[in-house]
């Protein structure tokens, strides 16, 4: 923690201060100082030593990366058959008959690291990108995470989803940060002299090619060597963009580096190395996207109701809408509705590549605390609940129902989606029964009364609704609709088993009694 200090007296209370001579303690508490503590940087490196492979979505194994004619990288099971990098093409083919040869694409590359600077969003707003390591500055996010070593065990929990090779460090300065992982070497450092100790073993070939080869020949192999070295006579030698390269990372010189600005509309590509034939297939690549999603609206502070995941074919695309309950940022709730959407999708064409897209982004508020988060616990799984059932049923079957400003019983509800605001429903003067039948039951009518597993009593009633004529075209005698134009004397109605009905006698020729809801 680096301090600095501010002069809270203001300028009346200094020339005050000057004209009273003696030491009062008034004087004393007007002029005081105060400190206030501000985190030491820490950055946090994460390498991906395998990108150009990686970054090609999933491939099949084994399979390696050609550039200029040569392996430049394989997979693990390309390794084991003895697949090296520098190797021609082949060489490896008569290795591995099955081999899988891709091309390296530098703009898939970028991509990939775009969507892991989405991602990183969750644990920083402050994140830098070099060719193929990202840089979290997380020094004011340690004590979020309960420090150094929880971070790091989150973030590795974090990414493993994501199917891509993380060699991590953590030093002061980010060149220091860079070149440890770089390494390979775990090292997680705050303090900034033992970060400087270990600094100085690296070898020279953290440097670039051209001085490395120059100090080698000098005798030095180690950093710490090179800084024996007088610093004139070394600038002339390697040059001075070298030099400065060492104090930076040392932390004798300042490192300025461009933060990674995050979109202001989220929608992110992903090429897919070959066509897939199967939905299924496709939750393992998307879910890149989705990670992705949660590290972006984690830095905006906003989350989102409704997302497209656009399913690209080769001459048109499937647009896969995943809408939620309510406003979330959680990536596991992306993946598990993206998931169940996908087991249940048939491909009308194989797909060449995925796009996500945020559609419906909000900023998120903050939510009153609960002596006892059962209520908490109890909105939240139901939202889950509901996300799950239409992605499994289909939206059409997942509704509530809303108030709709008509008297007839058949015309008081209506559907209504999940997302959409609905405004207060008004009480209604007299009793409504919370089950309305779909189609009201004919009653037997036995000596003057309502029979329905024995004598109904009517416990009140009648209430006469009626009307409905606007809704009836001329020369139309109902228009094919039965529930347009009603007379009805509605009744509270008590059965033999003690519930209590809702119960109609039809105005209109023939007559006769109706059940049409139940009581709770």
């Not at 007296?9 to 004209?19: E, F, W």
């Not at 109605?493 to 009694?513: F, H, M, N, S, V």
Request: with cysteine.
């Amino acid at each position: 923690m680096a301090g600095l200090a501010f002069n809270c007296s203001s300028g009346a209370v200094r020339r005050a201060a000057a004209r009273c001579n003696s030491k009062c303690r008034a004087c004393r508490r007007s002029t005081q100082v105060v400190k206030i503590m501000v985190p030491s940087p820490v950055w946090l490196a994460l390498h991906l030593p395998y990108l150009p492979l990686e970054a090609n979505a999933s491939c099949p194994s084994p399979s390696a990366v050609v550039e200029r004619g040569r392996i430049l990288l394989g997979d693990e099971a390309a390794r084991q058959a003895g697949i090296e990098s520098g190797i021609g093409v082949a060489a490896a083919r008569a290795l591995a008959p099955g081999l899988t040869l891709l091309a390296r694409d530098p703009s898939r590359e970028s991509a990939a690291l775009q969507t892991l600077a989405c991602w990183a969003g969750r644990f920083t707003p402050r994140v830098s990108l070099t060719p193929d390591t990202l840089l979290l500055e997380v020094g004011s996010c340690l004590r979020l995470f309960g420090g150094l070593k929880s971070l790091v065990d989150t973030l590795r929990e974090s990414a493993e989803p994501l199917s891509f090779t993380l060699a991590l460090a953590a030093a002061p300065t980010p060149l220091a940060a860079q070149w440890l992982a770089q390494q390979g070497e775990p090292a997680f450092y705050i303090d900034l002299e033992r970060m400087r100790q270990h600094l100085g073993r690296l070898p020279v070939e953290v440097l670039p090619a051209k001085a490395a080869v120059a100090l080698r020949r000098f005798g030095a192999s180690t950093l710490a060597e090179v800084r024996c070295l007088p610093s004139a006579q070394l600038a002339r030698r390697i040059g001075a963009e070298s030099l400065q390269r060492l104090a930076q990372a040392f932390g004798e010189a300042a490192d300025l580096r461009p933060d990674f600005v995050f979109p202001e509309r989220f929608s992110l590509p992903l090429q897919l190395p070959s066509t897939v034939d199967s939905a299924t297939a496709l939750v393992f690549a998307a879910r890149r996207l989705t990670s992705a999603l949660a590290g972006w609206l984690a830095a905006r502070q906003s989350g989102v109701r409704e997302v497209i995941l656009r399913l690209r074919h080769e001459r048109d695309e499937t647009p896969l809408p995943l809408n939620f309950s309510d406003l979330t940022a959680d990536g596991e709730r992306f993946e598990r509705v993206l998931r169940e959407r996908l087991e249940r999708l048939e491909l009308m064409a194989p797909v060449d590549s995925l796009c996500l897209e945020a559609t419906d982004v909000a900023p998120l508020t903050a939510q009153d605390g609960t002596l006892f988060n059962d209520v908490c616990a109890e909105q939240g799984s139901m939202g889950v609940l509901l996300e799950r059932l239409r992605a499994r049923l289909g939206d059409a079957q997942v509704y509530r129902l809303a108030v709709c400003a008509d008297h007839r019983p058949e015309r008081a509800t209506r559907r209504s989606t999940l997302q959409e605001k609905l405004p207060a429903p008004e009480i209604p003067e007299l009793p409504r029964p919370l089950w309305l039948l779909a189609a009201p039951e004919a009653l037997r009518e036995v000596d003057g009364r309502p029979y329905r597993q024995g004598p109904l009593e009517l416990l009140a009633g009648p209430e006469r609704i009626e009307s409905g004529w606007w809704e009836i075209g001329e020369g139309e005698e109902r228009n094919g609709d039965d529930n347009a134009d009603i007379r009805r004397d509605y009744f509270i109605a008590q059965a033999p088993d003690e519930r209590w009905l809702w119960i109609y006698r039809e105005c209109r020729t023939p007559g006769g009694w109706f059940l049409h809801g139940y009581f709770s």
